[in-house]
């Protein structure tokens, strides 16, 4: 089973930026399609956005609330995939998880994941 950990979470002001890592250990992320899904306190889980598996011609996902202020990108080479979030909002505060799954459809849907990280806290607040 793939095991992903995320990172670079932390405190942010409002209109600042954090850039999320999602890191697989003992195991390839090329032939996954990677979702980031965050989650609030007393809120449903949502779907953030996802990037295809390969290497050419990636489809991504954004959900409307994050359209034009995040961009989710990944590098083969080094097994990382990557959410840069930039103008947060405080709304955007919530644990933010990394998930893996062969199908890009249902993986940006949460649907038939292989493996969930533990999450990474984002805080935009003043």
């Known amino acids: 089973q793939v095991q992903l950990v995320e990172s670079g979470g932390g405190l942010v002001q409002p209109g600042g930026s954090l850039r999320l890592s999602c890191a697989a250990s003992?195991?390839?992320?090329?032939?996954?399609?990677i979702g980031w899904f965050r989650q609030a306190p007393g809120k449903k889980r949502e779907g953030v956005s996802a990037?295809?598996?390969?290497?050419?011609?990636?489809?991504?996902y954004y959900a409307d609330s994050v359209k034009g202020r995040f961009t989710i990108s990944r590098d083969n080479a080094n097994n990382m995939v990557y959410l840069q979030m930039n103008s947060l909002k405080p709304e955007d505060t919530a644990v933010y998880y990394c998930?893996?799954?062969?199908?890009?459809?249902?993986?940006?849907?949460?649907?038939?994941?292989?493996?969930w990280g533990r999450g990474t806290q984002v805080t935009v607040s003043s």
């Open positions: 998930a893996a799954g062969r199908n890009f459809y249902g993986t940006s849907r949460g649907v038939g994941i292989d493996s």
């Open positions: 003992e195991f390839t992320l090329d032939g996954y399609a």
């Open positions: 990037i295809s598996s390969g290497n050419r011609d990636r489809d991504t």
